[in-house]
Every structure is written in structure tokens, then in C-alpha cells.
């Protein structure tokens, strides 16, 4: 157990639908990362958040969008689903922002859009 | 960001030692070289970090030359769990940076 919770571990949702993962961070931890990986296109950095406000964004398509709460656990939601959205998506926490050495991942949300 | 560089795969048998190497030629001074290890299905596991000459911890050591233009993760007498993807990156250690992944390097452990 890393410390950092995804849930759902499956999701299975039809085109078209709007989901919203989940992503508690390491006690302690202020930074949530999130990111999405496919077979074709690797680990793909989505949007980070630091202590509730988003801090940096990588490719996160504007169906995409996320919050980070004052608890610290994060959503990330997924709209107009297309079949090329299935994938698996990580969520990462860090104590800081920016340390490489911080990260912990958690085991992820695999999304299967039909 | 500097790019990273690293063969697509590897093969090694059990209680051999495998190097990876990575490539960062135009690696700025203030960034720090990290090396991460996934398995299928699960989330990048964070293994070493380092800045130049050599750092040693009780997974794995990461050479360093001084011109910090390649970096090497050595992995002493693998095993079969350690068939994985090991990703190296570069990042600086502040506030505004994160976690960029290339493709990796997949690591296959045979008996």
C-alpha cells in the first residue's frame, strides 16, 4: 500500500457518459498529480494541483477538468467520453511541489469506455 | 526540459547485474536525474534520485559523470521480479517542475 487511494480500481462506461475518479493523497502530502497512460501514448502528466490550487497543467483535454478539496483528496472528471479516453489513470502525491524524489502513485483507475 | 534517451528494452537472467543508461545531453545545472520502475498495472515506483557522481541506496546505484550528460541505474543481481519499466527523468528539484515519463526502458528477467 502506497498511501495514496484511487478509487474506483474499474470503471466500465458507455461513449458519450461523464465519470469522476477519486484520488486521496499520502498523509501529508499538499501536491496531487494526475496522470493518464494508454498503450499508444505512455504516462501522460495531466494537471497538478498544490494545496487546492492547480499549480501546473500538461495535456488535459478541455472535457477534462479536476479539483483538489479542502481535505486534500482530488477528483478528476471525465466528460463526453470517447472510446479513445480508456485507459489506465494514475494519481500521484508529493509532499511539495516539484521534487522528484516525492512521488508516490497510487495503483490507479482503469477506465474502459464502450 | 531536457530530453531523455534510453533503449526501448532490455534482457538480462537472474543474478546478473544490468546497467540501463539514459541520455540527457542538454541537461541544465539545476536539474536532478530520477529513475522510476513500473510494473503492469500498477502506478511508477520511485527508486533513486541523484545530482552527479554516484548515490547508492538498497535497490539500485546511479553513476553519474561529471558531465552529467548520461546517467546509469545499475541493479545488482536481478531477479525475476524485477522485470518492469524503468524510466529515467529529468526535473529540476523546485517548486514549479514535475514528473515528465518518455517511454522507458522494458527490463526482462529470465530464469
Known amino acids: 500500500d502506497s498511501g495514496v487511494t484511487q478509487t474506483p480500481k474499474h470503471l466500465i462506461t458507455a461513449t458519450g457518459q461523464r465519470v469522476t475518479l477519486r484520488c486521496s493523497p499520502r498523509?501529508?502530502?499538499?501536491?496531487v498529480y494526475w496522470y493518464q497512460q494508454s498503450l499508444d501514448q505512455g504516462l501522460q502528466f495531466l494537471i497538478q494541483?498544490?494545496?487546492?490550487?492547480?499549480?501546473a497543467k500538461g495535456n488535459i483535454l478541455e472535457r477534462f477538468s479536476a479539483q483538489q478539496f479542502p481535505d486534500l483528496h482530488s477528483e478528476l472528471n471525465l466528460s463526453s467520453l470517447e472510446l479513445g479516453d480508456s485507459a489506465l489513470y494514475f494519481c500521484?502525491?508529493?509532499?511539495?511541489?516539484?521534487?522528484?524524489?516525492?512521488?508516490?502513485f497510487g495503483s490507479g483507475t482503469r477506465l474502459t469506455v464502450v | 526540459l531536457a530530453k531523455t534517451t534510453q533503449p526501448i528494452s532490455m534482457d538480462s537472467y537472474e543474478g546478473q547485474e544490468v546497467n540501463i543508461t539514459c541520455s540527457h545531453n542538454n541537461i541544465a545545472t539545476n536539474d536532478y536525474i530520477t529513475w522510476y520502475q513500473q510494473f503492469p498495472s500498477q502506478g511508477p515506483r520511485f527508486i533513486i534520485q541523484?545530482?552527479?557522481t554516484k548515490v547508492t541506496n538498497e535497490v539500485a546505484s546511479l553513476f553519474i559523470p561529471a558531465d552529467r550528460k548520461s546517467s546509469t541505474l545499475s541493479l545488482p543481481r536481478v531477479s525475476l521480479s524485477d522485470t518492469a519499466v524503468y524510466y529515467c527523468l529529468v526535473m529540476m528539484n523546485s517548486g514549479y517542475s514535475t514528473l515528465t515519463f518518455g517511454k522507458g526502458t522494458m527490463l526482462l528477467v529470465s530464469p
Open positions: 500521484a502525491s508529493s509532499p511539495h511541489s516539484g521534487t522528484g524524489e516525492g512521488y508516490t
Open positions: 494541483y498544490y494545496n487546492g490550487e492547480e499549480r
Open positions: 498523509s501529508g502530502d499538499l501536491s
Open positions: 541523484g545530482y552527479k
